[in-house]
């Protein structure tokens, strides 16, 4: 788990209430053992099931992940196992290429890949087969057994291949931006203007915040029925490489946090909302733990590894959750209502902002390709904010910040929006409307799903 520079008092939100206010100078407290999955009763069901050779397997290997753990404190994102199980891997004195033979060892211990038929039992099959594999590419990466290479990274850890897009490819994006935007200097800097118009003051975050939750969950509810007690926290922090980040802490339970290093926008609220709430990663966490581990016994779910193909699933579906949640035109039309109003901006400019950023996400794909030159060697690193101004209009403290962030974690930054286009062509395939959608999208949330099995 990352630790936070500087972080804000936890403040429970409740069901009724929603809080968001912050305060300086203290840690945020590790992401809690929550009541851990009793060992005997996992050991039992296993023998029921007859998969005694899978239970064995999941156990090592979440093992394994807790050991590499020690070696990247970025890679453990969430554990609600065991207690015991984290306890002994800290005392863990295998190296990075100790666990590689081990994870491959592992692999060989599965049965045959199966049938891609769809079922829970398949794709728990293909899962672990998968997430093992990237795990030993990891490991290897930290032993220094492999070079650095943006394709191979995306491949290993992530079961996907990116496509590859020329800069001129973004170019009628950027005309039509100029366009909208029409004065001197660098389109990049009139956007950042045009775009600080639209910041939320700082005494409106919490009831902007609030609002947009609020609708994020209630609309989610409407389709996805959650676990009882499932709550969250909400924390304010600076210094990061990321905008808003969702530590999971088991018993559906969150601890979400928001950069405030950075100013934050009026449609940040819902995309914040959702990505990180409902019907993003809290979500999604609370319906594996509650489908997988808690129903199932499936105890590799009770572990979660940030460079693994689980993370596009989890970065893509947080991504299009936001659209799920407000098709169409229904994110611009609450925000107007709603959102707007209570920040104290001009309602009417609404659909002109909403357009204008539609078209620079659009342009976050050639953040992937800058991120791809940059992991290769083929710029070097103080190209890398300048492209990232010129080709996703970022301000200067941004791109330096998303270039942060690719040292940080490489090919990660394709889970967002090749992510979402998986997600997306998952769950539209053969759905005809919005209830259909839901569904697809709950039973993607609720299984063990990968980029590479996401056609059973």
């Not at 211990?109 to 398949?122: C, F, I, K, R, V």
């Not at 290993?156 to 001129?168: A, C, G, N, V």
């Not at 940040?268 to 509650?290: F, K």
Request: charged fraction near 25%; include cysteine; glycine fraction near 6%.
């Amino acid at each position: 788990m990352k630790r936070v520079v500087k972080a804000a008092c936890l403040i429970p939100v409740l069901a009724a209430s929603l809080f968001f206010v912050a305060c300086e100078g203290k840690e945020p407290q590790e992401a809690k053992l929550q009541k851990a999955t009793d060992v005997e009763a996992v050991l039992a069901a296993d023998k029921r099931n007859g998969d005694m050779s899978m239970g064995s397997v999941a156990r090592d290997y979440v093992a394994l992940v807790l050991e590499l753990g020690n070696h990247d404190k970025s890679y453990v994102d969430a554990y609600y196992g065991p207690a015991q199980w984290r306890e002994q891997a800290e005392q863990s004195q295998a190296s990075p290429a100790d666990i590689a033979k081990r994870g491959s060892a592992l692999i060989a211990q599965l049965p045959g890949e199966g049938t891609a038929d769809g079922s829970l039992d398949g794709l728990r099959l293909h899962y672990l087969r998968t997430q093992l594999a990237a795990l030993v590419a990891h490991a290897r990466s930290l032993a220094g057994e492999s070079e650095r290479n943006f394709v191979k990274e995306a491949r290993e850890l992530y079961d996907t291949e990116p496509p590859r897009q020329d800069y001129s490819s973004f170019d009628p994006l950027l005309q039509e931006l100029n366009e909208l935007l029409p004065g001197e200097g660098p389109l990049s800097t009139r956007v950042q203007a045009f775009r600080q118009r639209y910041e939320i003051p700082a005494d409106k975050l919490q009831g902007v915040f609030d609002a947009a939750i609020a609708e994020c969950r209630l609309r989610t509810k409407h389709y996805i029925p959650l676990p009882q007690d499932e709550n969250f926290a909400l924390e304010y922090v600076s210094d990061k490489p990321w905008s808003g980040y969702n530590w999971y802490q088991g018993s559906s339970h969150s601890l979400i946090q928001v950069n405030r290093g950075l100013p934050i926008t009026i449609d940040r609220a819902i995309d914040l909302g959702c990505h990180e709430g409902y019907p993003g990663h809290h979500t999604y966490n609370a319906l594996l733990e509650q489908t997988l581990v808690k129903e199932h016994g499936w105890v590799e779910y009770s572990v979660y590894p940030l460079f693994s193909p689980q993370s596009l699933i989890a970065e893509g579906s947080a991504n299009y959750g936001i659209e799920l949640a407000f098709p169409g035109e229904e994110k611009t039309h609450f925000e107007m209502k709603v959102l707007y109003p209570l920040a104290g901006l001009d309602p009417q400019s609404a659909p002109k902002y909403d357009r204008v950023m539609a078209l620079v996400d659009k342009l976050s794909f050639a953040g992937n390709e800058i991120a791809r030159q940059y992991i290769d060697g083929e710029i070097a690193a103080d190209q890398v904010a300048a492209l990232f101004e010129k080709y996703t209009l970022m301000s200067p403290a941004k791109a330096k910040q998303r270039k942060d962030f690719v040292d940080a974690y490489g090919a990660y930054v394709i889970n967002y929006n090749w992510g979402k286009k998986l997600v997306a062509d998952y769950v539209e395939r053969d759905t005809n409307s919005a209830e259909e959608r839901w569904q697809r999208f709950a039973k993607l949330l609720s299984s063990p799903r990968l980029p590479s099995s996401l056609d059973w």
